[in-house]
T-cell receptor, first 114, second 111 residues
Framework: DTAVSQTPKYLVTQMGNDKSIKCEQN?????MYWYKQDSKKFLKIMFS???????INETVPNRFSPKSPDKAHLNLHINSLELGDSAVYFC?????????????FGEGSRLTVL | QQQVKQSPQSLIVQKGGISIINCAYE??????FPWYQQFPGKGPALLIA?????SEKKEGRFTISFNKSAKQFSLHIMDSQPGDSATYFC??????????FGKGTKLTVNP
């Protein structure tokens, strides 16, 4: 059973297009995250939702819009894609307050913008 | 502002050797220090973690050493194996705040 699953695993698209990545966790966690990992492997947090409420919104362009329909799902929509958006996007979940802080990551969605 | 500084950026070790990765932090409110391991094409996964009330934690061949006064912690991998080749991230957080990651160390263990 996959704990944190995200789809699709690969996206290849042209500049200016819009794309979405979906994430689901079956761990019963109350908090979900989107991280961006660039070509240098640096992990940068983008957003975090706790029980469907946005709690972390780092300096991310408005073209990125997360949506959490329920606490088990967190989707990421990206408008007007740019070359610099090429990266691996990781979804993660944790139990924020009562947990030990451990993040569980999905396998990533590699976005390539041409 | 990078709150967790990790070094080295890359590390090459021979099989059977000891791999050592170091991290330093500034925020004294941090109270949880995990290490994550990431294999190519996979997401990071928790390897081992420590809280500041102990100076060392060992799990198998992996040991975290923690120096609260120096605000430093390190990962030691004993008897390093080719299967340990991966990118390692240190991280830190305080309370319910976000986890802050170091920039990662790419470890290569040669057979």
């Amino acid at each position: 059973d996959t704990a944190v699953s995200q789809t699709p695993k690969y996206l290849v698209t042209q500049m200016g297009n819009d794309k979405s990545i979906k994430c689901e966790q079956n761990l019963g966690h109350d908090t979900m995250y989107w991280y961006k990992q660039d070509s240098k492997k640096f992990l940068k947090i983008m957003f975090s939702y706790n029980n469907k409420e946005l709690i972390i919104n780092e300096t991310v362009p408005n073209r990125f819009s997360p949506k959490s329909p329920d606490k088990a799902h967190l989707n990421l929509h990206i408008n007007s894609l740019e070359l610099g958006d090429s990266a691996v996007y990781f979804c993660a979940s944790s139990q924020r307050v009562t947990g030990n802080g451990e993040l569980f990551f999905g396998e990533g969605s590699r976005l390539t913008v041409l | 502002q990078q709150q967790v500084k990790q070094s080295p950026q890359s590390l090459i070790v021979q099989k059977g050797g000891i791999s050592i990765i170091n991290c330093a932090y500034e925020n004294t409110a941090f109270d949880y220090f995990p290490w994550y391991q990431q294999f190519p094409g996979k997401g990071p996964a928790l390897l081992i973690a420590i809280r500041p009330d102990v100076s060392e934690k060992k799990e198998g061949r992996f040991t975290i050493s923690f120096n609260k006064s120096a605000k430093q912690f390190s990962l030691h991998i004993m008897d390093s194996q080719p299967g340990d080749s991966a990118t390692y991230f240190c991280a830190a957080k305080g309370g319910s705040e976000k986890l802050v990651f170091g920039k990662g160390t790419k470890l290569t263990v040669n057979p």
